[in-house]
Nanobody
């Protein structure tokens, strides 16, 4: 059964750091790009970052460039999102998702993703 499971969220002060993990199972991770999205209260789910299937291409939203770093360890079936210099506006539920097309670079449009995890809450507050 295909699964994506996020972990690593929590409460952190402004300026702090967190590392999110996305553990994949039920499919060959190194054939797929993976994206991270976030959703604050409201209907919009924002694309944060994505990484190509072999890790050679990475894309970031302008709002997180220079602060967040996406990486992957295909041997561990895990994709990471290192978040530094966190701001209150980074508060959201963070989701990882599998890119729909195999062996591809990625784009942050959510319609390009076919499987999603259940999300992990990140709260940035003093």
């Amino acid at each position: 059964q295909l699964q994506l499971v996020e972990s690593g969220g929590g409460l952190v002060q402004p300026g702090g750091s967190l590392r999110l993990s996305c553990a994949a199972s039920g499919f060959t991770l190194d054939s797929y790009a993976i994206g991270w999205f976030r959703q604050a209260p409201g209907p919009e789910r924002e694309g944060v970052s994505c990484i190509s299937s072999r890790g050679g291409s990475r894309t970031y939203a302008d709002s997180v460039k220079g602060r967040f770093t996406i990486s992957r360890d295909n041997a561990k079936n895990t994709v990471y999102l290192q978040m530094n210099s966190l701001k209150p506006e980074d508060t959201a539920v963070y989701y990882c998702a599998r890119y729909r097309f195999r062996n591809s670079v990625c784009y942050l449009g959510r319609n390009n993703y076919d499987y999603w995890g259940q999300g992990t809450q990140v709260t940035v507050s003093s």
